[in-house]
């Protein structure tokens, strides 16, 4: 059975070395000294190998039922969850006033990326209240988040997530699902929701549903949708529990991964529904959530990665085949550990430059929420929802690809359930699904984003990156090895922009056809930065005498492999987004 350790002197190398917390200015960050995140990050990684990462295999081979209406999840999960109700660990970056410990989003990061690597299943329980309490605070009445948010903050309720039908996922203007105003300030909420993660269980006495529905005077489409809050039991005026509500699970998904997430089909009939937030505002109530779950959704594609890479790492070390060809390095055993052979350590250095690249990435996208929140920053606000949709895409693409990339180091064994590889690859293939399909995501970072506010966003970005490489020009060690990739993929991503603008104005699907690699492109500029920017980091240590040698030293080396075996791709990339829209658009429906 596979086995989790939370990576901490990772983890702290890119909160201190290389975001420089505790001196980045931004408000609360001064409290995250060394000590302090250690302890936290210690405690989520006992936690998470004890008690989450042993439940893993549980969840899968077990599942979810559904009997008599009432949602199980596997044997475990329930004193599981307690343990984390009664650590606090869902209110750490959640405010005070509603029983939180008020620290930053990026703190709340960590420890999603710790409990997420151990287990994903277990953690979409936690995950998709932390986003249903998001949308409470951002847009309900103070009523609403005095009758909710401490219950939800302390996961005595969880919380939910209801916009897709069966026509409707990514178009979820034509959905279909009613509101009824009924004369006392209430909606009856009638109609059909699948795919609801979370949807029921047997982890909290309540769940509140989040619904999108169209309300009558909306207009057509988007326009029309509004967002409800759709408890299970309806809440009364002392804060107990009242009758149940009209809303039952039709039935629990048999799905490809994630089995110890409750993925439910959820019917409405005529539930009792409270507005939150404005009227026919539902949509736009949505995006303020988006920049956060989807960031917590391509930490699921580095975290899964992260977990099945120690496994495979541990293999390599252990399984005994072959012999070095320069030599053996086993010469008493029947063979040498394949870890010797280069195209394994190839294999593997794929996954360690990519998972620490994408937790690099993912942090300073957190840190850029926290900077929008705390310090109001607008600029921070532009620059992570440009980059949203890269590492929601990029992340959970490269990730899967990481993850079956640490199946295959177990060779047949990998195939194999009882080595538990292939339930991290099956579970690493939903994130690049919801929350977006990954088509879409490139869709909105070149539709929508590339060219918001004039592009002001994207301008800003190449501004960091010509800053940082300015800024350490004169820096020998860095120069080859990390500077001039990056420049030469920050140009290719240039100019593929420039192309989008040229092109893009002439035929749209010459923009649209290139998206996918736009994003990739831009993913891979985005990890080439982080690798440069850990790579000087970890100079440093090793120049003020670091104790921790060989971690330094692993870390350019690492970096130097991403640089040299990875970055390239730029190229290819912007090959294909310049050969336009021609190339996809040739075939006549009936010729595929
Ligand atoms: C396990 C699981 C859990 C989920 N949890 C939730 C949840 O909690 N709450 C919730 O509301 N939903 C949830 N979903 C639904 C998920 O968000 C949707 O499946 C997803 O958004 C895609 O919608 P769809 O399946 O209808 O695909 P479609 O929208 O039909 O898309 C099909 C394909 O077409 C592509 N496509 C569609 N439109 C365009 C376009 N304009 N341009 C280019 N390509 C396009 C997409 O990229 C995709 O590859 C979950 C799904 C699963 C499988």
Known sequence: MPSYTAPAKDIQFILHDVLNVTESGIPGYEELAQDFTAAVI???????????????????????????GIVYTPEGFKEAFDRVREGGWNGLDLPPEYGGQGLPYLIGTAVGEIFVSANMAFNTYQGLTHGAIGAILAHGTDEQKATYLPKMVSLDWTGTMNLTEPHAGTDLGIMRTKAEPQGDGTYSITGQKIFISAGDH???????????????GGG???????????????????GSLGRRNAVSVGKIEDKM??????????????????LLGELHGGMKAMFTMMNEARLGVGLQGYAVAEA???????????????????????????????????????????QKCFVEGARAFTY??????????????????????????????????????????????????????????SQFARDARIPMIYEGANGVQALDLVGRKLAADGGKHVMAFFEIVKTFTRENDGDEALKAGFLDPLKAASKDLQAASMFFVQEGM???N??????YDFMHLMGHVCLGLMWARMARAAMAALAAGAPDRPFHEAKIATGRYYMARQLPATKMHLARIQSGAEPVMALDEVDF
């Not at 210690?42 to 008599?68: F, T």
């Not at 991964?257 to 409270?274: L, R």
């Open 42 to 68: 210690d405690e989520a990684g006992k936690l998470a190998s004890e008690v989450l990462a042993p439940l893993n295999a549980v969840g899968d081979k077990e599942g979810c039922r559904l009997e008599n």
């Open 202 to 216: 047997d982890l909290s006495e309540n769940v509140i549903h989040l619904v999108l529905a169209k309300a009558p």
């Open 220 to 238: 057509e489409g988007t326009k029309g949708i509004s967002l409800f809050i759709v408890p299970k039991f309806l809440v009364m005026e002392n």
């Open 257 to 274: 991964g994630i089995h110890g997430s409750a993925t439910c089909v959820m019917n409405y009939d005529g539930a009792t529904g409270y």
């Open 308 to 350: 099945a890479y120690q496994n495979a790492v541990a293999y390599a070390k252990d399984r005994l085949q072959g012999r070095d060809v320069t030599g053996a390095k086993n010469p008493d055993g029947p063979a040498d550990p394949i870890i010797v052979h280069p195209d394994v350590r190839r294999n593997l250095l794929d």
């Open 364 to 421: 300073w996208g957190a840190s850029l929420i926290d900077k929008a929140r705390r310090a109001d920053d607008a600029a921070a606000e532009g620059l992570i929802s440009l980059l949203t949709p890269v590492i929601k895409g990029f992340l959970t693409d490269k990730g899967f690809e990481a993850t079956v990339g640490a199946q295959q180091v177990y060779g047949g064994h990998g195939y194999i359930e009882e080595w538990g590889m």
């Open 506 to 508: 002439k035929n749209p």
């Open 510 to 515: 010459a923009a649209l056809a290139g998206s």
